[in-house]
């Protein structure tokens, strides 16, 4: 059986006792659910940061792990808690800052950024126009829905670890990501 087979329970034990690289499939498996919660609560710009801490924040507290298989939903409940936190203190923060810290943090943001224009050709802006309609359309779902489907069709997760993830049965991922499409064709369609 290879690492990316066992099932997370195993994984969690190993990874307890001191196998590192078990802890390292665990967030192979579920980086990209980490990540998405995290966007839904901080937003794009700290998500990473946010998945990052929450990774951590879960690999020092292994060992205190009640059920180690339920690691998904707990994980989960790491993730949440940590971008909630984020988003409080962030928010403090930037009720600190001055208009024009603001806009000299734009000035620099721009100037740091790569200009690498490249010309698209008719297909190539065709596609990337069709994708960013998607994704605007995803984004525009609630998140019941907009979730499932970013993480099976965007992030390939197995069905059975959306549900573990985000603690909802199985069944009840395969209908939201059924009455997602659903709503998603119906939004596409009324913005042709």
Same mark, same amino acid.
Do not use: C
């Given at each position: !059986?290879?690492?990316?087979?066992?099932?997370?329970?195993?994984?969690?034990?190993?990874?307890?006792?001191? +196998?590192?690289?078990?802890?390292?499939?665990?967030?192979?498996?579920?980086?990209?659910?980490?990540?998405?919660l995290a966007r839904t609560i901080v937003g794009s710009e700290?998500?990473? #940061?946010?998945?990052?801490?929450? @990774?951590?924040?879960?690999?020092?507290?292994?060992?205190?792990?009640?059920?180690?298989?339920?690691?998904? /939903?707990? @994980?989960?409940?790491?993730?949440?808690?940590?971008? *909630?936190?984020?988003?409080? +203190?962030?928010?403090?923060?930037?009720?600190?800052?001055? =208009?024009?810290?603001?806009?000299?943090?734009?000035?620099?943001?721009?100037?740091?950024? =790569?200009?690498?224009?490249?010309? *698209?050709? &008719?297909?190539? @802006?065709?596609?990337?126009?069709?994708?960013?309609? !998607?994704?605007?359309?995803?984004?525009? @779902?609630? #998140? &019941?829905?907009? !979730? /499932?489907?970013? *993480?099976?069709?965007? #992030? #390939? !997760?197995?069905?059975?670890?959306?549900?573990?993830?985000?603690?909802? /049965?199985?069944?009840?991922?395969?209908?939201?990501?059924?009455?997602?499409?659903?709503?998603?064709?119906?939004?596409?369609? +009324?913005?042709?």
């Amino acid at each position: !059986m290879t690492p990316l087979e066992l099932p997370d329970e195993l994984l969690v034990i190993e990874a307890i006792l001191g +196998n590192l690289e078990a802890f390292e499939q665990l967030v192979v498996r579920y980086r990209p659910a980490v990540v998405r919660l995290a966007r839904t609560i901080v937003g794009s710009e700290y998500a990473e #940061d946010v998945a990052q801490e929450s @990774l951590l924040l879960a690999f020092k507290a292994l060992p205190s792990i009640e059920e180690p298989r339920k690691f998904a /939903p707990w @994980l989960s409940a790491i993730t949440r808690h940590r971008a *909630l936190r984020f988003s409080k +203190n962030e928010t403090a923060h930037a009720n600190k800052r001055v =208009p024009l810290d603001d806009a000299l943090l734009e000035k620099i943001e721009a100037l740091a950024k =790569p200009s690498a224009y490249k010309p *698209l050709t &008719d297909q190539a @802006l065709a596609n990337k126009e069709r994708d960013e309609a !998607m994704l605007k359309a995803v984004d525009s @779902l609630p #998140d &019941d829905y907009a !979730m /499932p489907l970013k *993480l099976h069709f965007l #992030d #390939d !997760m197995p069905l059975k670890r959306i549900s573990a993830f985000t603690g909802v /049965p199985l069944s009840t991922v395969k209908w939201r990501i059924h009455h997602g499409k659903k709503l998603l064709r119906a939004k596409l369609e +009324n913005t042709n």
